[in-house]
């Protein structure tokens, strides 16, 4: 599984972007995704997750400002950000789970909100 992950980009306090995540090869095998994101100097963090069926789980302090979804048709899992801070900005990262405990991280989109 290769997963391509774009949309990052320069926004102010308070825009909205919205990442996308493609994967490609073996994507029946996908159970989960999941976006995460790392700041500088930071650990990589867990923002929110989708599974194949559909089922949602975000981190609580992204509840409310950010929504996962996907696509079936076309194979994609988005990350609408809204009210974006400057405390957003980092490397978003989407990761994919196989059925067999596998996973696959894309390269990495970046992030940055200015105030």
């Known amino acids: 599984v290769q997963l391509q992950a774009s949309g990052g980009g320069l926004v102010q306090a308070g825009g909205s972007l919205r990442l996308s995540c493609v994967p490609s090869?073996?994507?029946?095998?996908?159970?989960?995704v999941g976006w995460y994101r790392q700041a500088p100097g930071k650990q990589r963090e867990l923002v929110a997750t989708?599974?194949?069926?559909?089922?949602?789980n975000y981190v609580d302090s992204m509840k409310g400002r950010f929504t996962i979804s996907r696509d079936n048709a076309k194979n994609a899992v988005y990350l609408q950000m809204n009210s974006l801070k400057p405390e957003d900005t980092a490397v978003y990262y989407c990761?994919?789970?196989?059925?067999?405990?596998?996973?696959?991280w894309g390269q990495g989109t970046q992030v940055t909100v200015s105030s």
């Open positions: 090869g073996s994507i029946f095998s996908i159970r989960t």
């Open positions: 990761k994919a789970g196989d059925y067999r405990g596998f996973e696959y």
């Open positions: 989708i599974t194949r069926g559909g089922i949602t």
